[in-house]
């Protein structure tokens, strides 16, 4: 875990050699988010799980300006989507059928927020918790692709011999993207700086809370 608390900021000063360039400081934030799939799958999950719980809060406080835009923003399907990715991770019985219904229903869910948030009218008050919110739905949503990433599912996507390299670098990547989007869209949602994204991340994996 050495190299993983070198990335997140902590000074153990047993790293080693080259893990200090890895602090989210010393790199741009995309860079840093995608490393997190340099470590084992669990680690990568764990860090889009909590980047989404953090954005939580933006989703399930919003306050809804009429019935449609209640029955459209909050709810608790988020939270028990990122509950089945945290089944997942502690190797739950049913935990794998239950993470796919999950992202299902979060990707049906995400697509349906979105849609309905270009359309929807308001002061720029409303708007910007709109916005948060959206902004938490997609963190979920990217947290729950990095649980569900799978690369025998990439072939799919093959439809001539010109898509190969693309799918090649997906493989690469892994759920990298998905990360990458987790965090960014957590960061989005609250407000937080990538600081203060990468404290809670610490605590996540250091102190035990997530």
């Given at each position: 875990?050495?190299?993983?608390?070198?990335?997140?900021?902590?000074?153990?000063?047993?790293?080693?050699?080259?893990?200090?360039?890895?602090?989210?400081?010393?790199?741009?934030?995309?860079?840093?988010?995608?490393?997190?799939?340099?470590f084992?799958?669990a680690?990568?999950?764990?860090?889009?799980?909590?980047?989404?719980?953090?954005?939580?809060?933006?989703?399930?406080?919003?306050?809804?300006?009429?019935?449609?835009d209640?029955?459209?923003?909050?709810?608790?399907?988020?939270?028990?989507?990122?509950?089945?990715?945290?089944?997942?991770?502690?190797?739950?019985?049913?935990?794998?059928?239950?993470?796919?219904?999950?992202?299902?229903?979060?990707?049906?869910?995400?697509?349906?927020?979105?849609?309905?948030?270009?359309?929807?009218?308001?002061?720029?008050?409303?708007?910007?918790?709109?916005?948060?919110?959206?902004n938490?739905?997609?963190?979920?949503l990217?947290?729950?692709?990095?649980?569900?990433?799978?690369?025998?599912?990439?072939?799919?996507?093959?439809?001539?011999?010109?898509?190969?390299?693309?799918?090649?670098?997906?493989?690469?990547?892994?759920?990298?993207?998905?990360?990458?989007?987790?965090?960014?869209?957590?960061?989005?949602?609250?407000?937080?700086?990538?600081?203060?994204?990468r404290?809670?991340?610490?605590?996540?994996?250091?102190?035990?809370?997530?």
């Amino acid at each position: 875990m050495l190299d993983l608390a070198a990335h997140l900021g902590v000074r153990t000063g047993e790293s080693s050699p080259g893990a200090e360039a890895s602090q989210g400081a010393n790199v741009p934030f995309e860079e840093w988010a995608w490393a997190f799939c340099r470590f084992e799958r669990a680690v990568a999950v764990r860090a889009a799980l909590t980047a989404a719980r953090v954005a939580l809060p933006s989703w399930e406080g919003y306050s809804p300006t009429d019935k449609l835009d209640g029955e459209v923003i909050g709810g608790p399907a988020l939270r028990e989507a990122l509950n089945a990715v945290e089944a997942g991770l502690s190797g739950s019985e049913g935990g794998a059928a239950k993470l796919a219904a999950a992202a299902e229903e979060v990707r049906s869910l995400a697509a349906r927020v979105v849609a309905y948030v270009d359309e929807a009218s308001g002061n720029k008050h409303v708007v910007a918790r709109r916005t948060a919110a959206v902004n938490a739905a997609l963190s979920s949503l990217a947290a729950v692709e990095t649980a569900v990433w799978d690369e025998a599912a990439i072939t799919t996507a093959i439809q001539d011999e010109h898509d190969a390299a693309e799918v090649e670098e997906q493989r690469a990547a892994g759920p990298a993207l998905h990360v990458v989007r987790a965090l960014s869209y957590s960061c989005a949602a609250t407000g937080m700086t990538a600081d203060e994204l990468r404290g809670e991340l610490r605590r996540a994996f250091f102190e035990g809370s997530s």
